[in-house]
């Protein structure tokens, strides 16, 4: 079993940054294919980004293209989602996911990942 836990988001006004962190207990993260969802009141849950197991290849949703960011650090069980030019748009829950596969698929699916974390709330002023 993988423990997700998503920590980092918050209000903040348009144009701002934040730094999303996925800490991953239970199990090392290095065979795992690593995911960021968001998920707004109302809406299906869309995919953000993914990372491959070693970090080598990641895919950005069109909507967060150039502003977003995502990373991994193996040795600390930690994946990151850097956010840069916030819009009102991004305000959603973000959401962890992992899957344990060493594929370099896209995994922009939900049903791709077999854990996810309890996500953390973003919440952009305009």
């Known amino acids: 079993q993988v423990q997700l836990v998503e920590s980092g988001g918050g209000l903040v006004q348009t144009g701002d940054s934040l730094r999303l962190s996925c800490v991953a207990s239970g199990r090392t993260l290095s065979s795992y294919r690593m995911a960021w969802f968001r998920q707004a009141p109302g809406k299906e849950r869309e995919f953000v980004s993914s990372?491959?197991?070693?970090?080598?290849?990641?895919y950005y949703g069109d909507s967060v293209k150039g502003r977003f960011t995502i990373s991994r650090d193996n040795a600390k069980n930690t994946v990151l989602l850097q956010i840069y030019s916030l819009k009102p748009d991004d305000t959603a829950v973000y959401y962890c996911a992992a899957k344990q596969t060493f594929s370099s698929a896209r995994g922009s699916g939900t049903f791709d990942y077999d854990y996810w974390g309890q996500g953390t709330q973003v919440t952009v002023s305009s």
């Open positions: 990372i491959s197991w070693n970090g080598g290849i990641t």
